[in-house]
């Protein structure tokens, strides 16, 4: 289907463990971006990427890793995780066009960190 | 640095009863103004967006929202509030910021609609 996925929907992990959320979308959008959602901030963001290879940092970046090999794909992984990174990640795209702002959003992936 | 402000945390309306949320923005240019719907467990949903011109935006869903200069205003309407309209609505300012355009968003508010 045509869209934005992530994966996995829901995760419960240990702290200390490293874990990967994987988002993928099939409009070729250049840009994406990984977001976290926490009651009363609304939305942060973690990283975003222009391109393949090209990542850049957010508002809350710490203890987060991304890469961007492939233009469809953004995966975003927690190296060792803590409880303070319990959240729902959302993961967007967008075109790269000139002035183009708005933004796509997939279903999000609520993680919890025991 | 841009801001977004969205000052009621939660609303409750009666169905069929009108509804304005409200969003006050802070950035120093043009703004570029959004209103996005987050049903519960999904992701955010596009209402409307202002760039220029009219400064009154329809979107979908029977929502519209005024932009106002003069007040840093950007608040969303709808005349007659539907049950399936209950989720978490934030609002949104556009910004350059670093190498990419981005978004910026309020806390949101949460509107419970009463039978």
């Known amino acids: 289907d045509a869209g934005i996925t992530q994966s996995p929907r829901y995760k419960i992990t240990e702290t200390g463990r490293q874990v990967t959320l994987m988002c993928h979308q099939t409009?070729?959008?250049?840009?994406m971006f990984w977001y976290r959602q926490d009651l009363g901030h609304g939305l942060r963001l973690i990283y975003y990427?222009?391109?393949?290879?090209?990542?850049d940092k957010g508002e809350v970046p710490d203890g987060y890793v991304v890469s961007r090999s492939k233009t469809e794909n953004f995966p975003l992984t927690l190296e060792s995780a803590t409880r303070s990174q319990t959240s729902v990640y959302f993961c967007?795209?967008?075109?790269?066009?000139?002035?183009?702002?708005?933004?796509?959003f997939g279903p999000g992936t609520r993680l919890t960190v025991t | 640095a841009q801001s977004v402000t969205q000052p009621d945390i939660h609303i409750t309306v009666s169905e069929g009863a009108s509804l304005e949320l409200r969003c006050n923005y802070s950035?120093?240019?043009?703004?570029?103004l959004f209103w996005y719907v987050q049903s519960p467990g999904q992701g955010l949903q596009l209402l409307l967006k202002?760039?220029?011109?009219?400064?009154l935006v329809q979107g979908i869903k029977g929502f519209e929202a005024e932009f106002k200069r003069s007040q840093s205003s950007f608040n969303l309407r709808k005349p007659s509030v539907h049950w399936s309209d209950a989720a978490e609505y934030f609002c949104?300012?556009?910004?350059?910021?670093?190498?990419?355009?981005?978004?910026?968003f309020g806390s949101g508010t949460q509107l419970t609609v009463l039978p």
């Open positions: 990427s222009a391109a393949a290879d090209i990542t």
């Open positions: 950035y120093g240019a043009t703004p570029y």
């Open positions: 967007a795209s967008r075109a790269g066009d000139r002035g183009v702002y708005e933004q796509y």
């Open positions: 409009w070729s959008h250049s840009y």
């Open positions: 949104a300012v556009g910004a350059l910021s670093g190498s990419a355009r981005q978004l910026t």
């Open positions: 202002y760039f220029s011109g009219d400064t």
